[in-house]
């Protein structure tokens, strides 16, 4: 949830719940002073029929009967006038204010004795409720209603009150992988300030971090070219003069491998997006596919692999170097874990507007751990003591992930039905043939 939408919810919660508290509080008073109010008009109507010229032998006709307002006049212990509802013995009534139940119903009822004449005047508690209600709902009603227009108000000063974060989010979605300028941009939000100056802190020594490894092995790699070239010259001569031995050949074996770890960290430190996105143009995957299948095919031969390629030609806006490598270091490594007269399985998938190249071997496969660590750069499964017996770098699949984060695709890991890996890469977003 985002943090404007959690704001309006809490003040709107805490607006919500402040009306209730305010609608208990006021309904109370609101009794309180009903209670009050009616209770003086029972004094005063009281008093007016205590007034009334009355006798015992001439009695006066009653009063208009209201279900609000019952009454009755003694005079002498005999009853003048009164509520038929309102039939009790007078024994049973104490001077003042009492609650009583009369009629089936809950009333007030107010006792006035004089010497002369007793008048009792009740009225159901009802109409104190209902006075309450009245009262309590003719103030809070256009409260609640104004709660929808609040939420409208309270949701727009929290977005803008939240712009400056807003902008800073925008301004970081903007910006490019290897950007690492500092954000030139002056606030007097006394909350962003600090952030800014500290992503500005951040982003120095992430490019200083990232400008050493990125320079490192590509340096390191090219001044390494020069002293293994010599090695290979003057292993070769020796070779040439003395005949091949053991020792010649672990030589030959050891510096064959260190040349590919240096041409595998000089491919490492070309593969950078931004290095690559400005000259892509259209390709034809499967075309590609079929040229590096080409160019391996001896070692697939050496093998004795069964290799298939199937799937619709499509193609996607890449690069033919990075396109290459990509599928050059899937097929190579299929071919080291795949046994002997094993089998490897091509295949390219349309779905939708994904583009999908997968590869499947009948290798030993990976475990779930293998497969999270595969990415990391110098790790190789199993080590230098893998079963295939195959050299290798452990920079084949750092360079894949590169070349992934290159064309913004996703590579996906899976047990394969031939036994071994299965590798799908997807493209989002490639046209069709």
């Given at each position: 949830?985002?943090?404007?939408?959690?704001?309006?919810?809490?003040?709107?919660?805490?607006?919500?719940?402040?009306?209730?508290?305010?609608?208990?509080?006021?309904?109370?008073?609101?009794?309180?002073?009903?209670?009050?109010?009616?209770?003086?008009?029972?004094?005063?109507?009281?008093?007016?029929?205590?007034?009334?010229?009355?006798?015992?032998?001439?009695?006066?006709?009653?009063?208009?009967?209201?279900?609000?307002?019952?009454?009755?006049?003694?005079?002498?212990g005999e009853l003048l006038s009164g509520s038929d509802e309102l039939n009790l013995d007078l024994s049973q009534y104490q001077a003042g204010f009492q609650t009583l139940n009369i009629a089936g119903q809950r009333m007030r009822v107010f006792v006035f004795a004089t010497s002369l004449r007793t008048v009792i005047v009740a009225?159901?508690?009802?109409?104190?409720?209902?006075?309450?209600?009245?009262?309590?709902?003719?103030?809070?009603?256009?409260?609640?209603?104004?709660?929808?227009?609040?939420?409208?108000?309270?949701?727009?000063?929290?977005?803008?009150?939240?712009?400056?974060?807003?902008?800073?989010?925008?301004?970081?979605?903007?910006?490019?992988?290897?950007?690492?300028?500092?954000?030139?941009?002056?606030?007097?939000?006394?909350?962003?300030?600090?952030?800014?100056?500290?992503?500005?802190?951040?982003?120095?020594?992430?490019?200083?971090?990232?400008?050493?490894?990125?320079?490192?092995?590509?340096?390191?790699?090219?001044?390494?070219?020069?002293?293994?070239?010599?090695?290979?010259?003057?292993?070769?001569?020796?070779?040439?003069?003395?005949?091949?031995?053991?020792?010649?050949?672990?030589?030959?074996?050891?510096?064959?491998?260190?040349?590919?770890?240096?041409?595998?960290?000089?491919?490492?430190?070309?593969?950078?997006?931004?290095?690559?996105?400005?000259?892509?143009?259209?390709?034809?995957?499967?075309?590609?596919?079929?040229?590096?299948?080409?160019?391996?095919?001896?070692?697939?031969?050496?093998?004795?692999?069964t290799i298939s390629l199937e799937g619709d030609d499509f193609t996607i806006n890449g690069d033919e170097f990075t396109l290459v490598t990509l599928i050059s270091n899937l097929l190579s490594n299929a071919i080291k874990y795949a046994p002997a007269n094993g089998q490897i399985k091509i295949t390219l998938k349309q779905m939708?507007?994904?583009?999908?190249?997968?590869?499947?071997?009948?290798?030993?496969?990976?475990?779930?751990?293998?497969?999270?660590?595969?990415?990391?750069?110098?790790?190789?499964?199993?080590?230098?003591?893998?079963?295939?017996?195959?050299?290798?770098?452990?920079?084949?699949?750092?360079?894949?992930?590169?070349?992934?984060?290159?064309?913004?695709?996703?590579?996906?890991?899976?047990?394969?039905?031939?036994?071994?890996?299965?590798?799908?890469?997807?493209?989002?977003?490639?046209?069709?043939?």
């Amino acid at each position: 949830m985002s943090i404007r939408k959690r704001l309006t919810l809490i003040l709107l919660s805490m607006m919500v719940l402040t009306c209730f508290l305010a609608l208990v509080k006021g309904y109370q008073k609101s009794m309180s002073h009903g209670e009050q109010l009616l209770d003086s008009e029972l004094k005063v109507v009281a008093g007016v029929l205590m007034q009334q010229p009355l006798s015992i032998n001439a009695m006066a006709p009653k009063m208009q009967e209201s279900p609000q307002l019952l009454y009755q006049i003694w005079q002498s212990g005999e009853l003048l006038s009164g509520s038929d509802e309102l039939n009790l013995d007078l024994s049973q009534y104490q001077a003042g204010f009492q609650t009583l139940n009369i009629a089936g119903q809950r009333m007030r009822v107010f006792v006035f004795a004089t010497s002369l004449r007793t008048v009792i005047v009740a009225e159901p508690i009802t109409k104190r409720f209902e006075l309450a209600e009245a009262v309590i709902l003719s103030a809070m009603l256009p409260m609640l209603w104004a709660v929808p227009l609040l939420a409208l108000f309270i949701s727009f000063f929290v977005k803008y009150a939240l712009a400056p974060l807003t902008r800073l989010s925008k301004q970081l979605a903007l910006r490019q992988a290897n950007d690492f300028t500092a954000i030139n941009w002056q606030v007097t939000d006394e909350e962003i300030k600090p952030v800014i100056s500290r992503l500005n802190d951040l982003f120095k020594r992430v490019e200083t971090a990232y400008l050493r490894e990125r320079f490192f092995a590509s340096d390191a790699a090219h001044e390494l070219r020069t002293p293994l070239s010599s090695l290979k010259i003057n292993v070769h001569n020796l070779a040439a003069q003395q005949g091949d031995n053991q020792e010649l050949q672990a030589m030959t074996q050891g510096i064959n491998r260190l040349s590919n770890i240096v041409e595998q960290m000089l491919i490492l430190g070309r593969t950078q997006p931004e290095q690559w996105q400005k000259q892509f143009k259209e390709q034809s995957l499967l075309a590609i596919t079929q040229e590096v299948v080409s160019q391996l095919y001896e070692k697939i031969e050496a093998k004795n692999h069964t290799i298939s390629l199937e799937g619709d030609d499509f193609t996607i806006n890449g690069d033919e170097f990075t396109l290459v490598t990509l599928i050059s270091n899937l097929l190579s490594n299929a071919i080291k874990y795949a046994p002997a007269n094993g089998q490897i399985k091509i295949t390219l998938k349309q779905m939708h507007r994904q583009r999908i190249w997968q590869i499947e071997d009948s290798g030993p496969g990976m475990t779930d751990d293998q497969k999270q660590r595969i990415f990391n750069r110098f790790y190789r499964v199993g080590g230098d003591q893998h079963p295939s017996g195959e050299q290798g770098a452990g920079l084949g699949m750092a360079i894949v992930q590169h070349i992934i984060a290159i064309y913004s695709a996703e590579i996906n890991l899976t047990d394969s039905d031939l036994g071994g890996l299965k590798v799908q890469v997807v493209f989002a977003g490639a046209k069709c043939d």
